[in-house]
Structure formats: structure tokens, C-alpha cells
């Protein structure tokens, strides 16, 4: 039952995204493709309101003065909000180090983002290369702010790697920054956690299901470190390749939480263990991530599906 019941769940919302994609293509903002060279990649792996957004960016944020020293890691940034996210970093003077999945999409984003400290890639549906990957980035040295944005819809054990695994994995090896965000959804409010099925041969485990153990992992990271400040976002159904084109909740809201949790300025920014949208906290959540034994369950399996345990657990 499990089983069907995620299945269902993948279909009914690769149904409704794709029907607001076809309503909505009308309304799509026009950009000229040929002024841009291929850059930010128009309709390839950004939606035109992306592009929008990234050309935005380009002619309004400043640098800041004095400029900032905080070294930035975000994950999935060669597309989408975690795209824009490093954008503005960049623009602001921050030091950002993005990752791509290929060496296509490390070119990919070395021309989109030239300014960007460097670039780590590894796929993060390989977790051999996510291994890999952590040791690449602790040569880089430490990072103030990791942000763990990357994601997939993709079916099969793909949304599972990427989604969930991954992001423990390269928590556990990585060293430890001051700050850590993790990218979940609303979808994981409709999720049950199903553990067994974490460690069984072929895991049948669906997107909304993966967005609730991030939120969940990220509650256990924030209870357990208590040197580092952990938070989970929600950026919405926003007009990524992922969420389709004209996605109803705001762009702009979206990624610019994750600006302003990395920068931590405000007050409301330096907290910890809370589930933000749009800048704002959201006490509306699927309260199973507060229990302790949830979390402390989560981090069992992880260890056992990986042979990685978590630090200080």
C-alpha cells in the first residue's frame, strides 16, 4: 500500500505541475534568447522567469562596503534558485564556491557565474562522487554558510540519492560551517516516514517523502550541533525547470530567503532549528520532525544505509 501510495502521490503532482504549466504559458516573460548567447540557459535548464530574475539581479544588487568575508557552498546552483541565490551572493561581494553536477554543467555555470570562487562538481545520484565531492570541498578550506539546495524530482532511487542521502552524507564528512540551510518543501506536510523502507534493496520512495527527512535531518543537525545555526526553507511552488513556468508563489520571495538566511543580518536570520518561507518563519508543518526519537530513528538508518555516522551522534 506504501508503495502505490507513493506512485500515486509522484503522479497526482507531475499532473497538476504540468497542467499549470499549459495554462500558464501565455503569461510567460519575454526574453530575447539571442541577446543572451546561451547564457543562463533559456529554456534548456532555466524557465524565462529565471532568466528574468538573474538579469534583475545583474542590474540592481551592488556590492556591499565594506566587503563581506562570509564564504559561501551551495548545492544545485547551476540552475533555479540555487542559481539565483549565488547570483546575488556575488553580486553583494560574498564569496561563493557553487557546484554542478558534470564538467557540461560546470562550464555551464562558469560562464554564467564568473565571479564565482570556484566550482566543486559531482553527482550527487552517485554517492561514491558525493564522497568524493566532500573531500574536494574541505580542500577548499572551511565555508561560513553551507546552503544544500540541490534537488530532483526524477523517479527511482534518483529523488531518494540526490534529495535525502546526499545531503547527510556531505553534512557528516564535510567540516562543519557556522551556518547551515537546507531546502525542503510543503509537499513533506502529506509525507509518512517510513523508515524500513530507507534500508530495504530497491526503495520505493517518493519527492514529498524526501523533503520530510530533510526537514527532519535538519532538525536533528540543529538539536544535536548547537555551534551551528541550522535552518530549513521552504521557497514554494516558484517557476524553476522543476516547479514549470508561471508557478504561483513569488520567485524573487523564494530564493532571497535563502540570501537572507546565509547573510544572517536580521535577528530573525540567527536563530536556529526553525522552517522559514518567504522570510518569515511557517509554523505550519508536519510536527513528527520535533520528536526526538524521530530524528534520532533517521539518523540510524542513514548510518546504516551508508556506513556513515554522524558526528556527534
Partial sequence: MKAKGNILQNVLLVGVMALFMLLSRH?????????????????NY???????????????????LPKPETRILITGS???IG?????????KGYKVVVHARNQKRAEDVKRDLPEAEA??????????????????????????????????????????????????????????????IYVSSDLHKGARLNLENMQSSAPNIG???TKLHIFLF??????????????????????????????PDNLRLGYSTLVWLAEGKDKAAQTTGQYFFQ?????????????????????????????????GN
Fill in 27 to 43: 503569461t510567460t516573460p519575454d526574453v530575447n534568447a539571442q541577446n543572451l548567447n546561451g547564457k543562463y540557459g533559456l529554456n
Fill in 46 to 64: 532555466n524557465t524565462p522567469e529565471v532568466v528574468e530574475e538573474l538579469q534583475y539581479i545583474e542590474k540592481n544588487i551592488k556590492p556591499l
Fill in 78 to 80: 547551476t540552475a533555479g
Fill in 83 to 91: 542559481q539565483l541565490a549565488a547570483k546575488t551572493l556575488i553580486a
Fill in 119 to 180: 566550482v566543486v562538481i559531482g553527482d550527487l545520484s552517485d554517492l561514491n562522487q558525493v564522497k568524493r565531492l566532500a573531500e574536494d570541498i574541505n580542500a577548499l578550506g572551511k565555508f561560513d554558510v553551507i546552503i544544500h539546495n540541490a534537488g530532483t524530482s526524477s523517479g527511482g532511487d534518483t529523488v531518494f540519492k540526490v534529495n535525502s542521502l546526499a545531503p547527510y552524507i556531505l553534512t557528516s564528512l564535510v567540516h562543519k560551517p557556522k551556518r547551515l
Fill in 207 to 209: 519527492y514529498a517523502e
Fill in 218 to 247: 535538519a532538525k536533528a543537525v540543529a538539536r544535536k550541533w548547537r555551534d551551528v545555526k541550522v535552518n530549513t526553507i521552504t521557497p514554494g511552488w516558484v517557476s524553476t525547470k522543476m516547479g514549470g513556468s508561471n508557478a
Fill in 279 to 311: 522570510s518569515r518563519i511557517e509554523p505550519n508543518y508536519n510536527k513528527i520532525v520535533d520528536d526526538i526519537a524521530s530524528q534520532d530513528a533517521l539518523l540510524n538508518a542513514y548510518f546504516k544505509v551508508t556506513d556513515i555516522p554522524f558526528p
